[in-house]
């Protein structure tokens, strides 16, 4: 046998090996999440209900010694509280999805409203997040920032294949745009510079499912070069996405600006298969009261922070 067919069988068992292995984690992730689930259920139902579960836990505490004596200390007193508390904040199980470990729903535990456990949960769900993401995530108030405008009823993901969202459901407000020391030394064309840079790379700060098409994106009008300034694709919106900053107040301006370039999109560059082109505009600062005339519903403004 010569050494490329014994590297050939070796790369194959690995693959199967790897392959059963990330089988078998989603297989014990779920059978975890739902034994916890249901242990919670239990002592619930145990201590008398939902309105007596609250209060006391003489009951967890003598079982827990026994259980942990015989288990371990994964069924100590305090993981037996969490997976009471697991029941208590989720009554009805979650979609089981792989991204969803124990520990990812722990960390949603200290959320008191449910629509921001929904949208988290689908976080971890879009985005594949790992616990220290989701921490950052809930850290930088991602749900206080969103736009949607009917955030108590955000709707659990059950199927990624079938993902309704829009663009309320993305952008933030503010968009937070981390500095460094040396940002507050920058001219106005070199912040406009440094911005631009950092949201190519943050898309999970934008929203979800955004591919970038272009930085500074030539367009040609009539021998006349105009550049857009970011140029985005969303494949969930089925969208092209016209990204203007502006790093002075809103303008009114900016708006005639910006649709200039989305109506050049929408005549040259969209297919007829996609969906509407939209645009965004990203400025220091906005005035609710000039923007309620914004006639366009294509056109969405939003804020940037430096932090």
Do not use: C
């Not at 297989?27 to 259920?41: A, R, S, V, Y």
């Amino acid at each position: 046998m010569i050494e490329q067919e014994y590297y050939k069988q070796i790369e194959e068992l690995i693959e199967t090996y790897e392959i059963n292995n990330k089988v078998r984690y989603i297989q014990d992730n779920h059978e975890k999440l739902l034994t916890n689930w249901t242990i919670g259920k239990l002592l619930v139902e145990a201590q008398g209900g939902l309105n007596r579960a609250k209060y006391g836990d003489g009951l967890i505490k003598k079982w827990a010694k026994d259980l942990e004596t015989n288990y371990g200390k994964k069924y100590s007193y305090r993981e037996l509280q969490k997976m009471r508390k697991f029941y208590l904040v989720f009554p009805n199980l979650p979609t089981m999805s792989a991204n969803l470990s124990w520990s990812v729903m722990v960390e949603l535990f200290s959320l008191k409203n449910e629509g921001e456990r929904v949208y988290y949960i689908n976080q971890v769900i879009l985005n594949n997040l790992s616990v220290r993401e989701l921490r950052e995530l809930i850290k930088s108030k991602a749900y206080d920032r969103l736009s949607f405008k009917d955030k108590e009823n955000i709707k659990l993901i059950e199927n990624n294949n079938n993902v309704n969202l829009t663009i309320d459901d993305m952008i933030k407000d503010p968009i937070l745009i981390k500095t460094n020391q040396e940002i507050n030394h920058l001219d106005e064309k070199a912040l406009h510079k440094y911005i631009i840079s950092m949201l190519e790379t943050r898309f999970l700060e934008l929203g979800t499912g955004f591919t970038l098409a272009g930085h500074e994106y030539k367009i040609m009008i009539n021998n006349h070069t105009y550049r857009i300034d970011l140029l985005f694709f969303n494949y969930l919106l089925n969208a092209f996405i016209v990204v203007e900053l502006k790093t002075k107040e809103y303008n009114p301006k900016d708006i005639g600006q910006l649709e200039f370039y989305v109506n050049y999109v929408d005549k040259n560059i969209k297919l007829d298969k996609h969906n509407q082109t939209i645009g965004l505009l990203i400025v220091k600062k906005k005035d609710k009261y000039v923007i309620e005339y914004v006639t366009n519903e294509d056109i969405y403004v939003t804020t940037y922070k430096l932090v």
